[in-house]
C-alpha cells in the first residue's frame, strides 16, 4: 500500500547541474533513471526547479571583478557566487530530458532577484516562505524523501528546513550528488543528521 502521508521531492535535476551544464555536478546523469522508477512507489511527487532571472545576484556575472565559486556578504548572509546557471526559460533550466516530470507539483524557487533559495521551503534570508509547507500540511503529508542535485545545497537546506518544520525526512544519498565545495559535503552530512534527517 502507498503511505498517502509520504512525499518523494526530486530536488533541481536541470541541465545545468548534470555534466555538460553551467554548473554540472558530477555523477548527475546516474540518478535520473533510480529516481524515475522510485517516483512508482509515491502517492505524490514534488519537483523542484532552479529558476534564475537573468542576472540573479547569486550569479557572480552580476558582481563586477568576482569569479564563480567565491564567497560574497548579501543582506541576508554569506552567499556562495555561482557561474550563471538555470535562467529562466533557458535549455540549463529545462529538467533532465530524461527525467520524468509528470509529478503532482513543480515549486519554482531562486526567481527573486535578490535573494537566492537553495531550500524548497525558504529563500535564504530563512524567512520568505516558498509555501511548500502549507502545500504538503494542507495534503495531510508528514513524511518527505528526498532525492537529487546538490546534495550538500539544495538538497541539504531543503532537507534541514523541512526537519525543522516537523516534517520526518529522509535523504537518500545514494540518489544525490554534491558538489563540494570547500569541504561543504561534509558540513552538509553532519548539519543534515545534526538536524534529525535520516541519511541512507
Ligand atoms: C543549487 C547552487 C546554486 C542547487 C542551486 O540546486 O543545489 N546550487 N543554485
Ligand atoms: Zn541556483
Known sequence: MTDRAHALIVIDLQNDFCPGGALAVEGGNDIVAPINALMEDFATVILTQDWHPAGHSSFASSHPGAQPMTMTEMPYGPQVLWPDHCVQGSKGAAFHPDLRTDGDLILRKGFNPAID??????????????????????????????????????????????????????????????????????AAMDGMRGAGVTLT
Open 117 to 186: 533559495s537553495y531550500s524548497a521551503f525558504f529563500e535564504n534570508d530563512h524567512a520568505t516562505p516558498t509555501g511548500l509547507e502549507g502545500y504538503l500540511r494542507t495534503r495531510g503529508i508528514e513524511r518527505l524523501t528526498m532525492v537529487g542535485l546538490a546534495l550538500d545545497f539544495c538538497v541539504n537546506f531543503s532537507a534541514v528546513d523541512g526537519a525543522k518544520l516537523g516534517f520526518d525526512v529522509t535523504v537518500r544519498t545514494d540518489l544525490s550528488r554534491g558538489i563540494d565545495l570547500d569541504g561543504s559535503l561534509r
